[in-house]
């Protein structure tokens, strides 16, 4: 048993881009449900787009923040990172590791991605191992952008249709 939980815990410390640092995001005190998410305010509209570029508005403060592997502040983000804090801005906890996040929500086509929505990738050569994941910022028919965190420019932008990310793109999931 013990050897087990040891390889786990090697496999997990060397996955690229999976922070295994206990993070502040993981409170589960604060989570939002379902349901508290998807109520309607006093003018009608629903609670859930504010939510969504809530998140998103702060996901974009992290623009130009260089990478690190853990990080969740403005002196280094990770991937992960960067969707785990973003959505912590609204109360949402969610899982910190890219694996983990792979998991969580629903399953999306592509062709139905809305903003808010993840996009996991797995960049490595010859392996379809899911290693990195984006969020969803803007959408038009036939456009899709992504804000992230990457190993050499830190968090930017970027459109789904780039070749390198075009064939990179594993899955959508929908957390709202």
């Known amino acids: 048993m013990r050897k087990i939980t040891y390889l786990l815990v090697l496999l997990l410390t060397f996955s690229a881009c999976k922070a295994t640092k206990t993070s502040k995001v993981a409170s589960k005190n604060t989570q939002k449900t379902q349901k508290e998410i998807k109520t309607k305010d006093s003018s009608g509209s629903d609670v859930e787009n504010s939510t969504i570029n809530n998140i998103i508005k702060t996901a974009e ?18 991937c992960s990172g960067l969707i785990t804090t973003a959505y912590y801005s609204e109360n949402i906890s969610l899982p910190r590791t890219t ?22 990738f797995a960049t490595k050569k010859n392996s379809r191992h899911i290693n990195h994941v984006g969020l969803v910022t803007d959408v038009r028919p036939g456009f899709v952008e992504f804000i992230h965190s990457t190993t050499s420019s ?23």
């Open 154 to 176: 830190g968090v930017i932008t970027s459109k789904l249709s780039d070749k390198y990310w075009y064939f990179a793109f594993v899955q959508a999931r929908r957390i709202l």
């Open 61 to 78: 403060t992290y623009n130009g923040v260089r990478y690190k592997y853990g990080g969740t502040t403005k002196k280094g983000m990770d």
């Open 99 to 120: 694996d983990d996040l792979a998991t969580t929500g629903s399953w999306v086509d592509v062709k139905e991605v809305q903003k808010g929505d993840l996009l996991f």
